[in-house]
């Protein structure tokens, strides 16, 4: 136990003897060590050399070194085996007190440790020094400061930092700030659309730099050239900075690619545009009309691809050139077909059937020299799909032609999925003509009472057909009713007579039988459902 509390001892002196060496080989103290390390004269003789700077006066960036020196003498037997010290080197200005970090981290080792009697260590560290830019010039003191210190004994280091001073000085140097450059400012403008790196302003470069600059174009614009430098087309080029300078980038639109288009006409009227050459940037679209004088009417174009269309369009791919023909007889046709039934100033089915077998028969009318065109009977049938009221080919009234319609039927239908939890309702719109033929997309909007909201607009299909389902509802209790209104029947050029309609309004009602009823419904609505399908296949009307 005695053996033990000595060894012990022995450990914690030695460690105060390797922080007053690692002290004294680092940072050269000239002053004596701390009290508390005092004692270890008695296992140390250690001597201190004053720090020494390969220069006194330092020019701008320049590097200088300092050289540490220390040497200790081992009295006593220590089992120290190495040692190990990080500090930093600051100068601190005698006026400003302001510090400028001349070294941010240097280590020293010591090892092997002189660790029995009679052994000496000689420390010597060549530390490199350097002020950093924008250091103000005059004299400074500089000063080691300690950043770590560390011992081993035996197998154990030891941090040692807190028991050491945290810095000492080592001496004082003078500082010569460099004159501080001459600098020149680069001013870049753009004309026209596009940017330049460095960007359009005014920046400030040292004398000598070389800058270069690059002008970027916008979409559609091409780099032209620079002002204000010896290498005008050049980029991207490079600016000497030697003297403020001014330079421009000029940009220019790129010139689209474009095509003639030339308007000429045969007979009496104008065209618009007007007659003669346009030019058009490719791929633009040109609307062109011809306008007949009084007493002709426009026949046909030549040089383009919808040569009975009136006005039509031209895609300018290519140079054109575009005719429009008037034709001075076409100018009583219409007259002519009209006044073929009893009224002269309408269209009537009869003048519609006549044009249409002339010029399906190639027959000229009397009095004409050429037959009847498909752009003039198709002038011919709009006119006559604006009349309501028409007079067949013996003078009797028939009453409205067929451009009206009506709601020939509702069915309705009831649908359960979910094994009877989520049930909906379908209302399937038959609409037909006067006639009783379907029509097809005509729009059909109506609304649901009672168990759902309303449903959104849907078209027939070519059998005159629609089907618009309600919201689903979720549970829905027996007895529960479904009900189907039309509101309105819409399509293009026909008329919606409601006073036709055999039904404007249905319902069904979700009827009991739990699951059995579900199953049954769900297969009802599937033969239903096939049902149609084959019959719309057939060609035949639907008998389920």
């Known amino acids: 136990m005695k053996l033990l509390h000595k060894n012990l001892f022995r450990v914690g ?52 070194y300092a050289t540490i020196r220390g040497t200790a003498t081992c009295k006593q037997d220590v089992p120290v085996g190495k040692a190990i010290l990080t500090s930093s080197a600051v100068a601190e200005h005698k006026v400003y007190s302001t510090e400028k970090t001349l070294n941010s981290s240097y280590t020293i080792n010591i090892e092997p440790f002189p660790d029995e009697a009679g052994e000496t260590c000689t420390i010597e560290k060549v530390i490199p020094l350097q002020f950093p830019p924008e250091s103000e010039s005059g004299d ?19 941090n040692v930092t807190d028991y ?59 780099f032209d050239h620079w002002s204000g430098l010896n290498n005008n087309d050049i980029n991207p080029t490079t600016v000497t900075m030697n003297s403020n300078k001014t330079v421009t980038a000029y940009f220019e639109a790129i010139p689209a690619t474009q095509y003639t288009l030339t308007l000429n006409f045969s007979g009496q009227g104008t065209t618009n545009p007007s007659q ?26 030549s040089g383009t691809n919808n040569n009975d269309i009136n006005p039509t369009t031209v895609t300018m791919n290519s140079n054109k050139t575009v005719t429009a023909y008037f034709d001075e007889a076409v100018a009583d046709i219409f007259s002519y077909y009209r006044g073929l039934g009893e009224d ?34 198709v002038q011919l049938a709009n006119e006559w799909l604006g009349v309501t009221q028409l007079v067949d080919t013996s003078g009797m009234s028939v009453g409205s032609h067929s451009a009206t319609m009506h709601i ?25 003509d006067a006639q009783d033929n379907p029509v097809a997309d005509a729009i059909v909007s109506g609304h649901w009472e009672g168990a759902t909201p309303d449903t959104e607009p849907e078209g027939t299909d070519s059998k005159g057909r ?35 309609n055999i039904e404007t309004t249905d319902s069904i009602v979700k009827e009991s039988g739990g699951l059995f009823s579900s199953i049954w419904l ?15 296949a057939l060609g035949i009307a639907p008998s389920c």
């Not at 400074?140 to 030891?158: H, N, P, S, T």
């Open 13 to 64: 002196f030695v460690r105060y003897g390797a922080i007053a060496l690692v002290l004294a080989a680092s940072l050269s103290l000239i002053s004596a060590p701390r009290a508390a390390a005092q004692s270890i004269g008695d296992y140390f003789d250690i001597s201190y050399d004053p720090v020494e700077f390969s220069k006194d006066v330092i020019h701008g960036d320049e590097t200088f």
């Open 140 to 158: 400074y003191d500089v000063i080691g400061e300690l950043i770590e210190a560390r011992v081993k004994v035996y197998f154990f280091w030891y």
């Open 164 to 222: 050491l001073p945290q810095s000492q000085a080592m001496g004082s140097v003078e500082y010569i700030a460099p004159e501080p450059p001459t600098q020149y400012t680069l001013t870049i403008n753009v004309s026209g659309q596009g940017t330049t790196n460095p960007s359009p302003g005014t920046h400030t470069y040292n004398e000598g730099t070389e800058v270069t600059i690059t002008a970027n174009p916008a979409s559609g614009w091409a």
């Open 276 to 301: 003669g050459t346009h030019t058009y940037n490719e791929g633009t679209e040109v609307t062109i009309t011809a306008n007949p004088a009084s007493g002709w009417a426009f026949d046909h174009w």
């Open 344 to 377: 002269p100033n309408v269209v009537e089915l009869s003048d519609l059937v006549k044009a249409a077998n002339d010029w399906l028969n190639d027959v000229i009318p009397p009095g004409f020299t050429a037959v009847i065109t498909l752009g003039q009977l």
């Open 408 to 432: 020939a039927d509702i069915d309705m239908g009831l649908t359960s999925t979910w094994w009877g939890w989520r049930t909906y309702a379908t209302a399937t719109v038959s609409i037909a």
């Open 466 to 500: 629609v089907k618009l389902s309600s919201n689903a509802v979720w549970k829905a209790a027996n007895e529960t009713r479904f009900t189907f209104t039309v509101d309105e029947v819409a399509k293009g050029g026909w008329i919606y007579n409601p006073e036709a």
């Open 522 to 536: 769900l297969l009802k609505s599937f033969i239903q459902s096939l049902c149609s399908k084959l019959s719309g």
